[in-house]
């Protein structure tokens, strides 16, 4: 019997990733090196020869999916449970802006889940949202490829609610802008086989 296999890919770089500015609901364009990132995922992907896409509906993430996916029939379908964690006033600031003027607030974020930054959602909030998303993908795509573009959060809320890690750990996650993480559920279980993989990218000097 296939397998159930979720591919998540984070969006490529934006300009505001280049500026280490805070993007949460807020967006911003991809940099031409985001660009370049997103056609080079694409000859990747190709070769998975994903059943279906799914995709935030940050302009962001959309981007990088039209990208990789020029020149193919797949449809990509967009779900607003696969935004990024809403952080409120925080969006479009320089993170050690923020960090100078709030070190207590930024330690919070880091290490309690129910920390709600002002105008924003907490990491409770965000785990929920997405594991309803991932569980509607789930019920429409047993046994198929699937391809999910979003934010670095979703990504770590996903994986942290499958595996069932407690949401203390999200920040130990890293992801990279378009990394691929590929999990596959055989025979019940799940595991993964690729996390926060770059291998199509290699960074220009």
């Known amino acids: 019997m296939p397998k159930t296999t979720l591919i998540f890919i984070r969006h490529a770089e934006t300009q505001w990733n280049r500026e280490q500015r805070i993007q ?13 990132q997103a056609e080079r995922l694409g000859e990747r992907l190709r070769k998975l020869k994903l059943a279906s896409v799914y995709s935030s509906d940050a302009p962001r993430c959309l981007e990088t999916a039209k990208i990789a996916l020029q020149g193919t029939e797949v449809l990509i379908q967009t779900l607003i449970e696969l935004r990024e964690r809403n952080l409120g006033a925080w969006e479009g600031e320089v993170f050690t802006d923020i960090k100078g003027r709030d070190p207590e607030g930024v330690q919070a974020y880091y290490d309690n889940p129910a920390f709600e930054p002002p105008g924003g959602e907490t990491w409770h909030c965000v785990q929920a949202r997405v594991n309803r998303g991932i569980q509607k993908i789930l019920s429409e795509n047993e046994s198929k490829k699937v391809g999910i573009f979003t934010s670095g959060g979703p990504i770590k809320a996903a994986l942290l609610s499958i595996f069932e890690i407690p949401p203390e750990k999200w920040s130990a996650w890293r992801t990279s802008n378009t990394s691929v993480s590929i999990l596959e559920k055989d025979k019940g279980r799940w595991r993964v086989n690729i996390f926060n993989d770059m291998s199509h990218w290699v960074k220009d000097e």
């Open 24 to 36: 949460g609901f807020q967006d911003s364009p991809l940099s031409e090196i985001g660009r370049r």
